[in-house]
C-alpha cells in the first residue's frame, strides 16, 4: 500500500514536471519560428536560469530544434557521434540551425557555401574563438594559438609561428617525413604479418614528425619520454571532451563543486608543461644558434611590427610554449587517425589498394615519390581527397565566435554568438555529393563530378589550419610509402573494421587490426 501511494505519487510528480518540460519547450519551440518582435511576456516568469530564452537579437526566424527548460538544446550537444547527429538535424532544419547549451546560442553550419560565407568572405566577422573556462585552464590562459580569441595580439603571434614554420620547413620537411616514412616501413616489416592495431605506430611517426620539427628530437615508440608526454596529451584531450568537465563552461556555479575528473585535467596539464618546458629550456641553453628546428627559428625572430599601429610586437614565453602544445596536438592525432582511417577503408575495397600501387609502380618505376611528383599521381591524390572528405578528421573544426554583429545566408548572427562549422556535414551534403557516404575516390579523377572547393577539410580563411601545408605533405608521402610497399589485409574476410568510428575533438577509428604483407618488388 505505503509502495503503490509513492509510485503514484512519484508518477503524478514526473507526469507534472514532463508537462511543464513539453508546455515550456512547445512555447519556446513556438517562438524561435515566429516572425519579429517575439514578445518574452508570452513566457512564464521563470528564475534566471530556468528560463534562458533566446537572444532577442537572434534572427527569430533561424530554424532549430525545439528546447528543454534549463538543459536547451544540450540533449543534442550529448549525443555519440556528434557530427553525424548535426548532419542528421542539417536534413531537417537546413544548412544554417541554431542550438542552445545553457545561456549559450551556436549555430550550426553544414554546407560549404555557408561555411565559406562565414570563414573566409567574412572571416573578419567569424575569427573569434568563444571563451570558455575550460579551455583558458588548458590554454595557459586563453594563449595558445587554437584556442586563444582573434586580436592583434593573437594575429601577431600567429604570423610569427606561421613564418617560424616557413623557414624551418622550407628546406626540411621533405626529408624528415621521408626519414619517419622509411622508419615506419621497418616497424611494418618486424611485425611479419602477425595482425596488429597499427594506431600506435601512427601516433609515433606523426608525432616525431612534429617533436624533430620543434626540437629536433624523434623517439622510438617504447621510449618513455614519448610515453609520457602521449600519455598526458592523450587524457588531455579525452578528459577535456568529456561531459563532466564542458558542463562547467555552461554552469559556472558547478565551478564550486568538487570535480575529479576536472582535478586530474589540472593535474595533467601541470605534467604536461613541466615536459615542455625541459625540451624549451633545452634548446634555450644552446641559445637556438644550431637552427633548424622552430624553437630555434622562434628565439631568434620573436618579434613583429605589427601592420596596424607600427609597434612592436614581442612572443612571451607563455606563447612559445603554448605554441609547442599547438603543434603536438594538432599535428599528432590528426595525422594519425586520418592514417587508420585510410587503411580501414582500403581494408574494404581492395582494388583500390591495387589500383594506387599500380599507379605508382608504372609512373615512378619502383622509386619511392616526391611531393612534386603529385601531379603524375592522380589516382593517389584522389584516394588522399575523398579519404580528407569522408573522414574530416576534425569534422566539427574548432569553435568560432561572431567578433560583432553580421549575418550568414541572410540570418542576422548577433556578435559572441558561437558558430560551429560542421566539416562532416558539408563533405556529405547530397545537393554538392553524389551518393556521399560512399567510398568513391573516383569521384576526384577528372571528369568524375568531385568538387575541390567544396572539399574544406583544413577549415579556412584567418582560422585555417595552421599545420596544411606540413598535413598535405604527410599524407601524401605516408601513403605513398606505405601503399608502395606494402598490401593491407584484413585479419579475416569477416573482421572488417567499423568506418563509423568514434567522434571526439578527433574523428577515430574504433581500435582494429591488419595483417601487413610486403609487396614483392
Ligand atoms: C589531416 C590533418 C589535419 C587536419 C584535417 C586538420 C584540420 C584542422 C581544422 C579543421 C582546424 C580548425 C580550423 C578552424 O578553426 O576553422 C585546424 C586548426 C589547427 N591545426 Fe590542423 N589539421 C591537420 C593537421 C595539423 C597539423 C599537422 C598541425 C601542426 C603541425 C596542425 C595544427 C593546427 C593548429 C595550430 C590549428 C589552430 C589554428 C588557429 O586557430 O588559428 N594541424 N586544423
Request: net charge positive; charged share 20%.
Amino acid at each position: 500500500m505505503y509502495v503503490s501511494v509513492l509510485t503514484a505519487g512519484t508518477a503524478a510528480l514526473l507526469f507534472t514536471v514532463w508537462k511543464l518540460i513539453v508546455h515550456l519547450s512547445a512555447q519556446r519551440h513556438r517562438q524561435t519560428h515566429l516572425g519579429g518582435g517575439q514578445s518574452t511576456a508570452a513566457v512564464p516568469k521563470l528564475p534566471h536560469t530556468l528560463s534562458h530564452l533566446p537572444p532577442p537579437s537572434l534572427s527569430p526566424s533561424l530554424p532549430g530544434p525545439p528546447t528543454l527548460p534549463l538543459l536547451g538544446n544540450m540533449l543534442d550537444l550529448t549525443r555519440d557521434h556528434l557530427p553525424i547527429h548535426l548532419t542528421t538535424l542539417a536534413r531537417r532544419y537546413g544548412n544554417i540551425y541554431r542550438l542552445y547549451c545553457g545561456s549559450t546560442t551556436m549555430v550550426i553550419l553544414n554546407s560549404s557555401e555557408v561555411i565559406r560565407e562565414a570563414l573566409v568572405k567574412k572571416w573578419s566577422d567569424f575569427a573569434g574563438r568563444p571563451p570558455s573556462y575550460t579551455g583558458g585552464k588548458v590554454s595557459g590562459g586563453g594563449w595558445s594559438i587554437s584556442l586563444g580569441d582573434y586580436s592583434k595580439g593573437w594575429k601577431a603571434h600567429r604570423r610569427i609561428v606561421h613564418s617560424a614554420l616557413h623557414r624551418c620547413t622550407a628546406d626540411s620537411l621533405h626529408s624528415v617525413i621521408e626519414k619517419q616514412a622509411l622508419h615506419l616501413k621497418q616497424v611494418l616489416l618486424d611485425y611479419r604479418e602477425r595482425p596488429v592495431d597499427l594506431s600506435e605506430d601512427f601516433t609515433v611517426a606523426a608525432s616525431n614528425v612534429i617533436t624533430t620539427l620543434a626540437f629536433g628530437k624523434s623517439y622510438e615508440k617504447s621510449s618513455a619520454e614519448l610515453q609520457n608526454l602521449h600519455g598526458c596529451l592523450n587524457e588531455i584531450v579525452s578528459l577535456w571532451g568529456s561531459p563532466w568537465i564542458s558542463v562547467l563552461d555552461s554552469f559556472p556555479l558547478l565551478r564550486r563543486l568538487p570535480n575529479p575528473p576536472f582535478s586530474r585535467l589540472m593535474k595533467e596539464v601541470a605534467r604536461r608543461d613541466e615536459l615542455i618546458r625541459d625540451h624549451l629550456d633545452e634548446v634555450k641553453k644552446g641559445g637556438g644558434k644550431e637552427g633548424g628546428t622552430l624553437t630555434a627559428s622562434l628565439l631568434q625572430h620573436l618579434e613583429e611590427t605589427s601592420e596596424e599601429t607600427a609597434q612592436k610586437i614581442t612572443l612571451t614565453d607563455t606563447q612559445m610554449h603554448m605554441t609547442t602544445v599547438d603543434l603536438l596536438i594538432g599535428g599528432t592525432e590528426t595525422t594519425a587517425a586520418w592514417l587508420s582511417w585510410t587503411v580501414a577503408f582500403l581494408l574494404h575495397r581492395p582494388e583500390v589498394q591495387t589500383a594506387v600501387y599500380e599507379e605508382l609502380f608504372s609512373v615512378l618505376k619502383g622509386q619511392y615519390p616526391q611531393y612534386s611528383d603529385r601531379h603524375r599521381l592522380p589516382y593517389l591524390c584522389a584516394l588522399i581527397n575523398e579519404m580528407l572528405r569522408l573522414r574530416p578528421v576534425a569534422p566539427l573544426a574548432v569553435p568560432h565566435k561572431a567578433k560583432r554583429n553580421s549575418s550568414i545566408a541572410g540570418y542576422f548572427i548577433p556578435e559572441n554568438t558561437v558558430v560551429i562549422p560542421n566539416l562532416f556535414g558539408a563533405h556529405h551534403d547530397p545537393e554538392v555529393w553524389t551518393d556521399p557516404y560512399s567510398f568513391r575516390p573516383e569521384r576526384f579523377l577528372e571528369g568524375g563530378g568531385g568538387s575541390l572547393r567544396a572539399l574544406m577539410p583544413f577549415g579556412g580563411g584567418a582560422r585555417l589550419c595552421l599545420g596544411e601545408t606540413i598535413a598535405k605533405v604527410e599524407l601524401f608521402l605516408f601513403t605513398a610509402y606505405l601503399l608502395r610497399d606494402f598490401q593491407f589485409l584484413p585479419e579475416s574476410p569477416e573482421e572488417l573494421p567499423d568506418l563509423r568510428g568514434v567522434a571526439t575533438v578527433v574523428l577515430k577509428t574504433k581500435p582494429y587490426r591488419v595483417i601487413v604483407r610486403p609487396r614483392a618488388q
